[in-house]
């Protein structure tokens, strides 16, 4: 008969009006800022730089070598070189950035730094709550603003960073390898030359650590 | 006492007036009572605000507001204040005057509706004997003001809104005239009061209310389909269909003006509510003989707070009609069982005391519903769709 399905209606948001006070299951919003959602391991909304260590300044792992600059598609990233140099994981001396500045109200979120970065510097973070009452120097992050630890990069997307952390530790393993034969091979051949040139075996012995990081700039990352 | 308790404004009124000279009596008695009827129910409105947010809320397991004070209970007030301070905008092209004039005519004539209306025993403005013709012409004026708004605003949703709205209320206003048409038929009276008092009789404790005879029934139904789509009210609410026409007629409208628009259609829907309550539930009369020690206007507000329960479960539970759709419910089924509803309270009138009425009358109605319901309700079943394409 007409209208029987306007009372089907009716009773189905009376039964969920009532049901709504007796079983919480049923609500399927949650009161935001008490209570959260966790994040999908996946999610991402902005990037920040990895360090090591204690000190952040010291275990930044950027070498400010400008690859995300130069791809970052809506150019949000700014990055000064540093003059001097500092030792990075596997011990080189690299250079690190004096300034590196993301604009967040720019960043279009689209992980192609995080892509292109041979060092496993730069990762996407999770945080979302970023609004602030100054709209310019409030969403331009710099340097220190942007270094988060390895720990916290361990925090958010577990997986993904065990996995980098994995090929961190053997590219380390094969470059102090590699460092070891080379400083073996040094040794040898100062050893020859013992004799003749005892000044030059100070020569031999920077270049040795020269080599150990050659691979792992040519090397596209697996 | 408890006679005083059910008359406390009355005689509230009476000791504030009785400081005032007796030539002042009367006008002072009449302002005071439409200063209480205009404080009364904005603060209505706030609450009901507030319960339709929490009540829709809660039907799709939301919690509502709960945010502003305890429930969010407050919300109205910080809703109240947004609004205030909120920049007036009057579009460059916009007829100004009408524009300004659109919100305070509807305002002004949906509250003039409760000067007809009972809230109580002898609580009523204006004892008016054609009351029932001044609440109509008072409900039919504010088809002008949203036409107003609609045409002054300059602006195409505006007047589309405005359209629906004109057709809309029109075709409904006429159902709404013949659903309560039956009730002065049966009275013999236009009073509002005296429609009360014909339903002030009790039987085995039982009320003598309209809505308890199959015409009233019948009446009732079409007056509650009638009157939600008078206030413009989901699943009638095409004039403002926020998803088709951005706001319908108040799209240009902001600020306080729009608070105004808000404000006036839920006093529209009290006023009807109230109107209903009045002729098809008893007005003020006690649902049972033995609660009538109960205040009268308790029962009045009782009533009027179900029935706006009854709207906002309403709104919770059905889409927006189509336009196609509400012009043939409003001739093919309202219109043509408004009509018949007439036919049967006459016989109702003449066939005398006894079973007999109710057999014929119950059934007439019952035929006519399901008759109308299978003939003319039926959904259109359309063929596959062919297309043609341009060659």
Known sequence: MLGEGILKGLAETAKNFAGSFVSKERLTTIEYPEERLPLPEASRNFPFLVYDGEDWEKGLRCVA?????????????????????????????????????????????????????????????????????????????????????????????????????????????????????????????????????????????????????????????? | MIDRLDQIFVLLEHWLLGYLPASWQTPAGIVLSVVCIIGLYPALFAVATWLERKGVGRIQNRLGPNRVGPYGLLQPVADGIKSLTKEDIVPTSADAAVHFLAPIILVVTVFMGFAVLPMGRNMVLVDMDAGLLFYFAMGASTELSVFMAGWGSRNKYSLLGAMRAVAQMISYEVALLMSSVVIVMITGSLSLVKIVDAQNHYTYGLPHWFIFTPWGLAGFVMYAIAGTAETNRSPFDLPEGESELVAGYHTEYSGFKFALFFLGEYVAMFSISGLGTTLFLGGWTAPLAVLQWVPSWIWFFGKLFVSMCVFIWLRGTLPRLRQDQLMNFAWKLVLPMCLLNLFVAGLWRFMGEGWLRWVICSALLLLAYVVIGRTQMQREHYGPRSYRYAE
């Open chain 1, 65 to 222: 070598c400008q690859i995300c600059e130069k791809e970052c598609p809506p150019k949000c990233i700014y990055i000064e070189k540093s003059k001097d140099k500092k030792p990075d994981y596997v011990g080189k001396l690299q250079v690190y950035p004096a300034k590196f500045d993301i604009d967040i109200s720019v960043c279009m979120s689209c992980q192609i730094c995080v892509e292109v970065c041979p060092f496993e510097a730069i990762k996407m973070d999770t945080e979302f709550e970023l609004a602030t009452d100054d709209r310019f120097g409030g969403l331009l992050l710099d340097r220190h603003q942007l270094a988060k630890s390895n720990e916290y990069y361990h925090k958010i997307h577990p997986t993904e960073a065990a996995e980098v952390d994995a090929r961190l530790a053997e590219e380390k393993s094969k470059a102090g390898a590699k460092a070891k034969a080379a400083a073996e091979a040094a040794a040898a051949k100062a050893a020859v030359a013992l004799a003749g040139a005892a000044p030059t075996a100070a020569k031999p012995a920077a270049a040795a650590a020269d080599t150990p990081a050659k691979p792992n700039q040519g090397e596209p990352k697996a």
